[in-house]
């Protein structure tokens, strides 16, 4: 039989054997975030850990996060123009939150990172999608769409950035004295 050049050429032992080295993943996949959206939600991990302290230093959470803090200046422009960061300029400048870690939704997040979050084109909350796609008018597949969209939305829209911020222990400084302690009373201690 004659070769027509494009076949595979049989696999050897130590190609059966060796286990294949696992590329790392950032959203190559069919419904994926760009480094925008996961790096921008690093950022406003790093605001919420640092909420009510006042501004924080872009530079110090670039470092925290071990990202490039160019690249952060660019997310952060847009989280301020989306109304979720406010700026401070000068020596004790930086970045805050603009309203409380529980009052930030991450579909809110990354809307301002990424745009609408649509895994097709005709599933955008954009109406101007069916002159874009000439199939909308007679399109059945666009509700497999829909739906992708919307438990994605739907699970986004139900976490806020407080879900993704460690609660914080009391220092053991802040720790009650074992021995000052006051027993509790009632129906907890025996009679």
Not at 115 to 134: F, R, S, V, Y
Request: contains cysteine; aromatic residues 4%.
């Amino acid at each position: 039989m004659k070769s027509l050049g494009i076949e595979d050429r049989p696999l050897t032992t130590q190609e059966l054997t060796a286990p294949t080295p696992r590329p790392a993943f950032h959203g190559s996949g069919a419904v994926a975030f760009s480094t925008k959206g996961e790096y921008g939600v690093r950022l406003m991990v790093q605001l919420a850990r640092r909420f009510g302290t006042g501004p924080a230093s872009l530079t110090e959470m670039a470092a925290d996060e071990d990202l490039p803090r160019a690249y952060l200046e660019q997310l952060v422009m847009s989280l301020r123009d989306a109304g979720l960061v406010a700026s401070t300029r000068g020596a004790h400048g930086g970045y805050e939150l603009t309203r409380s870690p529980g009052d930030i939704r991450m579909g809110e997040v990354l809307r301002a990172l990424e745009g609408p979050i649509a895994p097709m084109i005709c599933a955008t909350d954009d109406p101007e999608h069916a002159t874009i796609c000439d199939r909308s008018a007679r399109c059945t597949v666009n509700v497999l769409w829909v739906r992708v969209r919307d438990a994605v939305t739907g699970a986004l829209d139900a976490m806020t950035l407080a879900d993704l911020v460690p609660v914080r222990l009391p220092d053991a400084r802040d720790e009650p004295d074992p021995v000052t302690t006051t027993p509790l009373t009632g129906a907890l201690t025996p009679s």
